[in-house]
Each structure stands twice: as structure tokens, then as C-alpha cells.
Antibody
Framework: QVQLQESGPGLVKPSQTLSLTCTVSGGSISSGDYYWSWIRQPPGKGLEWIGYIYYSGSTYYNPSLKSRVTISVDTSKNQFSLKLSSVTAADTAVYYC??????????WGQGTLVTVSS | QSVLTQPPSVSAAPGQKVTISCSGSSSNIGNNYVSWYQQLPGTAPKLLIYDNNKRPSGIPDRFSGSKSGTSATLGITGLQTGDEADYYCGTWDSSLSALVFGGGTKLTVL
């Protein structure tokens, strides 16, 4: 069974870039079985899909965030990463990584809280 | 405001049945598969239902899904206190070109 673990700074200053990494175990990113997604959830609110990447490097982003998002993959480390630029307090959220076959999310990481504050 | 509309809360007694609705449009539910997720307090969401009505391995048959037109429904029978959670529906929206979720429904087992 695939397991995912998010990691990265828990505090980011406004206008800076949020950077997170998702480490995959129990399966290979290069298997081609999944797209690899990032999803976020502001405190007390609902879920928002950020985007996903395939092992080949092809990406698809939520149009609402596209101008600020970059998702990349490192198959040698079995990791994929998220960068979100020009953050504001509205980007404060729990960020999850997840596997995405056929427009659903099968396996999720435990999530990591990122707070945007000076 | 979410693209998919869910009731904010539902409640029922232990042992009873409850349904949670998810309403959308032809650009999302009407032409794409729906999935459902359970989020227990303080934990990550968990896939309950996919492709409208299929259950992943390990999900009990107390949980069921259905779809009709531009709406989907999650059903839970034999309610247990451990079912208290937030439930989200999700699908692809062709107009937005994005994966979208409902706003979530909080289930209380009285």
C-alpha cells in the first residue's frame, strides 16, 4: 500500500514562497499508476485541489491557483514537491499530498499545517 | 462557495440510516464520476466511494453511493458513533477544468 508523507516549513512569511515535499513509500512514483496531487484545507474549511503531476513531469494545475503554483517530481528520490509563490494569510492551510487515479484521491498523506504570518 | 452543494450538517441516531446529498451541474456530476471522502476529526480525508458507487477494499458495505442526473448521494446504514465525521463529495468539473469538492457535511450521531 502506498504511503505519503508531507514535509516542509510550518511558517512562511507573507509574499514569500511556500515549499513542501511529499515522500512516497510502498510504491514507485515512476510506476505510472497514479497522478500525484496536492490538496489544501484552510482551518475549519473545505478541501481545495491545487494540482497534480505525472512521473513524466507533465502537470495540471487548478486554474484558480495556476499563476502561483509549480509542482515538480524527483523520481530518483520518489518525491514530488509543491511551490506556491506570493503567499498571503489566505494560503494558511493544512496541505495534503495524495494519489490520483481517474479523478479521485485514493491515498492521502497525514497533512502538514502551513501558517502564513510575519 | 463550493461548486458542489452539500448540506452543512445531518444527524441521526445510532443504528439508523442517513443520506448526504451532493448537487452539481452538467459540467461536473452530470458527466463525470463522483467520489466520497470521510474526514474524522483531526485526520486526513479517506476515500469511501469512487466511480459513483464502488467501495475501496476495506470499506464496509454500510456505506453506499448513487448518482442520478446532476446529483449524487452517500448513504450510511447502521450508524455508529465512530461515523461522526465530515463527508465530502468530489468530481471533475469540465467548465472549470479542475477537480472540485463539495463544501462538506458534518454528520452527528446522536
Amino acid at each position: 500500500q502506498v504511503q505519503l508523507q508531507e514535509s516542509g516549513p510550518g511558517l512562511v512569511k507573507p509574499s514569500q514562497t511556500l515549499s513542501l515535499t511529499c515522500t512516497v513509500s510502498g510504491g514507485s512514483i515512476s510506476s505510472g499508476d497514479y497522478y500525484w496531487s496536492w490538496i489544501r484545507q484552510p482551518p475549519g474549511k473545505g478541501l481545495e485541489w491545487i494540482g497534480y503531476i505525472y512521473y513524466s513531469g507533465s502537470t495540471y494545475y487548478n486554474p484558480s491557483l495556476k499563476s502561483r503554483v509549480t509542482i515538480s517530481v524527483d523520481t530518483s528520490k520518489n518525491q514530488f514537491s509543491l511551490k506556491l509563490s506570493s503567499v498571503t494569510a489566505a494560503d494558511t492551510a493544512v496541505y495534503y499530498c495524495a494519489t490520483t487515479p481517474d479523478y479521485r484521491f485514493d491515498y492521502w498523506g497525514q497533512g502538514t499545517l502551513v501558517t502564513v504570518s510575519s | 462557495q463550493s461548486v458542489l452543494t452539500q448540506p452543512p450538517s445531518v444527524s441521526a441516531a445510532p443504528g439508523q440510516k442517513v443520506t448526504i446529498s451532493c448537487s452539481g451541474s452538467s459540467s461536473n456530476i452530470g458527466n463525470n464520476y463522483v467520489s466520497w471522502y470521510q474526514q474524522l476529526p483531526g485526520t486526513a480525508p479517506k476515500l469511501l466511494i469512487y466511480d459513483n458507487n464502488k467501495r475501496p477494499s476495506g470499506i464496509p458495505d454500510r456505506f453506499s453511493g448513487s448518482k442520478s442526473g446532476t446529483s449524487a448521494t452517500l448513504g450510511i446504514t447502521g450508524l455508529q458513533t465512530g461515523d461522526e465525521a465530515d463527508y465530502y463529495c468530489g468530481t471533475w468539473d469540465s467548465s472549470l477544468s479542475a477537480l472540485v469538492f463539495g463544501g462538506g457535511t458534518k454528520l452527528t450521531v446522536l
